[in-house]
T-cell receptor, first 114, second 119 residues
Framework: DGGITQSPKYLFRKEGQNVTLSCEQN?????MYWYRQDPGQGLRLIYY???????QKGDIAEGYSVSREKKESFPLTVTSAQKNPTAFYLC?????????????FGSGTRLTVV | AQKVTQAQTEISVVEKEDVTLDCVYE???????LFWYKQPPSGELVFLIR??????QNEISGRYSWNFQKSTSSFNFTITASQVVDSAVYFC????????????????FGKGTKLSVKP
């Protein structure tokens, strides 16, 4: 079955380290997204990519970076510039507008700074 | 600017009660999409429904039903005869129409409503 795979499920980062969260999809979706979820805050958009080799900043892009070298992959790097990275990170992809199903989400990565 | 408001932060009901989760949205677009997602304790978001702005028909799927009213900018979600397995956080979300073919635009989420169904 097609879907989105996020890894790792849990990640611990030391102060000053960069870490990369993996997101892979086999749904043949063009668009992919990264969201951050904090308790009681809902989901906020970090970065999104509508097509390979192109991506745009979302509402809270500072301290994060992404790449989109392949259609299937959209890794997120949390840099040392992100001062409060502890959160739950969700990756998503979306089909063309004519499809009935909405966005598909991965199972998330929980990042903790230690 | 687009915005989604879920005024109910937490709701607690007893099993078999009906419960309605409210969602109010703001957008200047004439074409947009509305969504509901369920987030169980495992964390993954589970898609429940997507409606476009031109389709105001109410929808029913088993114990779930949705009431879309453009006049009040609301897209409310009702669970009939709630069950313990319905306990989760529910998110309402809004997206613009695609900027160009191939995507639906970005999702704007409400802050979610935590539903607890007690036996």
């Amino acid at each position: 079955d097609g879907g989105i795979t996020q890894s790792p499920k849990y990640l611990f980062r030391k102060e000053g380290q960069n870490v990369t969260l993996s997101c892979e999809q086999n749904l043949n979706h063009d668009a992919m997204y990264w969201y951050r979820q904090d308790p009681g805050q809902g989901l906020r958009l970090i970065y999104y990519s509508q097509i390979v080799n192109d991506f745009q900043k979302g509402d809270i892009a500072e301290g994060y970076s992404v790449s989109r070298e392949k259609k299937e992959s959209f890794p997120l790097t949390v840099t040392s510039a992100q001062k409060n990275p502890t959160a739950f990170y969700l990756c998503a992809s979306s089909p063309p507008p004519g499809r009935s199903k909405g966005y598909t989400f991965g199972s998330g990565t929980r990042l903790t700074v230690v | 600017a687009q915005k989604v408001t879920q005024a109910q932060t937490e709701i607690s009901v007893v099993e078999k009660e009906d419960v309605t989760l409210d969602c109010v949205y703001e957008t200047r677009d004439t074409t947009y999409y509305l969504f509901w997602y369920k987030q169980p304790p495992s964390g993954e978001l589970v898609f429940l429904i997507r409606r476009n702005s031109f389709d105001e028909q109410n929808e029913i799927s088993g114990r779930y039903s949705w009431n879309f009213q453009k006049s009040t900018s609301s897209f409310n979600f009702t669970i009939t005869a709630s069950q313990v397995v319905d306990s989760a956080v529910y998110f309402c979300a809004l997206s613009e129409a695609a900027l160009y073919g191939g995507s639906q635009g970005n999702l704007i989420f409400g802050k979610g409503t935590k539903l607890s169904v007690k036996p």
